[in-house]
């Protein structure tokens, strides 16, 4: 295993692979130009991610716990959906000070600069940064979406994104809201945190001032334009079917973790478990591939583990968010008559809002619901119809 690894960027992919390194025995060193701070973001962490990673969970950090949701689609209207396993809502400055605390405590070094660059050696890599220099062996990239290393990471088109923007607004809420809009791949949310709502909307294919204009009609009408709101907005990766095919997630000497490698949800946009997950894949596949394979090695444990799975789901983005049929509507509709409906389908939704159903196993899933009144097959018939065909 190398002697030091440099981790550049200290967000939750950053400070977790950090933790399992230092862990491990390597010397490593974190960068990031701002340490814990309010990354964009909605806060929200899934039954998935703190399942496996219980410290989400248990630790004194303020955060919510959110047993509740509402789903409106333009046609449908709005209904309620229970959350047995509840999703858990942080402010982001709080979320990553917990995980580089945890970071420090394992022993990593911690330092807060701006990485300028990282430049090959014989022997590793010269890191760049606004304080100065140093050397290591390996390097990993955690540097978000916005990733400034052109040569590393993932290499992002348009395509392969979409913008996510909102507001952070006083005030406090027992549920989350998702609401579906007529025409757009993408969807508004509202997260209840402590002391403050995120308000936000993500979508792809159109302008960030669109966007803008489409929340802030929904937070006019739903009264949740307020003095005191403060704006966000940041890139969220998106990959398209093509850009997981060409996803460069690792090579020589470096791999990518969290949103630098273009790991995030293509549909819901859920992107905190990714981080921590693809940060144990990341750390486990430095301390046991050998040198030259480790780039292969990641690769395919990501494949193996989540990258498949999210490579499918986004042949399936679009057709959830756009595809209309008359009198059904669209694909949000028919979720939230079926949820109304039936107790299958809300069982199946609820595994969705976990994070526990696999988009590849959602046809066969939805077949297994073909039962019921009439509008209840007709409605599942038509959802499991939209559905490509697994390969
Ligand atoms: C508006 C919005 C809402 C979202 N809501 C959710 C949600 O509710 N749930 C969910 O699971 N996901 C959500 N996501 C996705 C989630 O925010 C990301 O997937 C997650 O932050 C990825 O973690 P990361 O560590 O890879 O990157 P980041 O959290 O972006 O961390 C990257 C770090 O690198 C540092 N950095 C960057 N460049 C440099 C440099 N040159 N030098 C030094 N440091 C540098 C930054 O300061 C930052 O701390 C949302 C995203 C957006 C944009």
């Not at 949310?189 to 979508?203: A, D, E, T, Y």
């Not at 209309?324 to 107790?343: C, E, K, T, Y």
């Not at 595994?351 to 009439?374: E, V």
Request: hydrophobic content about 40%.
């Amino acid at each position: 295993m190398p002697k030091t690894v440099a981790i550049l960027g200290g967000g939750p992919a950053g400070s977790h692979t950090a933790e399992r390194l230092a862990r491990a025995g390597v010397r490593t060193i974190l960068l990031d130009e701002k340490l814990a701070w309010e990354k964009p973001c909605g806060g929200g962490l899934t039954y998935k991610a703190y399942e496996k990673y219980p410290y989400i969970v248990n630790n004194h950090t303020p955060k919510r716990e959110i047993h509740d949701a509402y789903l409106s689609a333009p046609r449908a209207g709005r209904v309620a959906l229970s959350m047995p396993r509840p999703m858990m809502i942080y402010a982001r400055t709080d979320l990553n000070q917990l995980l580089l605390d945890r970071a420090e405590a394992a022993g990593v070094s911690i330092e807060q600069t701006r990485v300028l660059g990282a430049e090959r050696t014989s022997s590793g890599w010269r890191i760049r940064t606004a304080k100065g220099h140093l050397e290591a062996d390996y390097c990993v990239l955690a540097t978000g979406a916005r990733n400034p290393l052109r040569h590393l990471g993932t290499e992002y088109v348009a395509a392969d994104t979409m913008y996510a923007l909102g507001y952070f607004v006083p005030g406090n809420r027992d549920a989350v809201d998702i609401q579906f809009l007529e025409g757009l791949e993408g969807y508004i949310w509202v997260f209840p945190r402590c002391g403050h709502l995120s308000v936000g909307i993500c979508g792809k294919g159109e302008p960030a001032s669109a966007l803008r204009v489409r929340l802030e009609s929904y937070m006019r009408e739903h009264g949740l334009m307020q003095e005191g709101a403060k704006f966000y907005g940041h890139m969220l990766p998106a990959l398209e079917s093509a850009g997981w095919r060409k996803n460069r997630v690792a090579g020589e000497g470096w791999l990518a973790v969290g949103d630098a490698g273009g790991l995030v949800d293509p549909i819901t946009g859920e992107g905190l478990y990714y981080a921590l997950r693809s940060s144990d894949l990341a750390s486990q596949t430095i301390l046991a591939a050998a040198p030259e394979s480790r780039a292969s090695h990641y690769r395919q444990a990501l494949s193996a583990d989540f990258m498949d799975d999210l490579a499918f789901g986004a042949s399936l983005a679009r057709r959830v968010f756009l595809r209309r049929f008359p009198v059904v509507g669209g694909a949000p509709d028919a979720m939230v008559r079926l949820i109304r409906r039936s107790q299958k389908f809300q069982h199946l939704m609820q595994d969705l809002f976990a994070g526990t159903q696999p988009y590849l196993d959602l046809k066969k899933r939805l077949t297994r619901n073909l039962s019921g009144g009439l509008q209840e097959v007709l409605l599942n018939l038509f959802l499991n119809r939209m559905m490509p065909e697994t390969e």
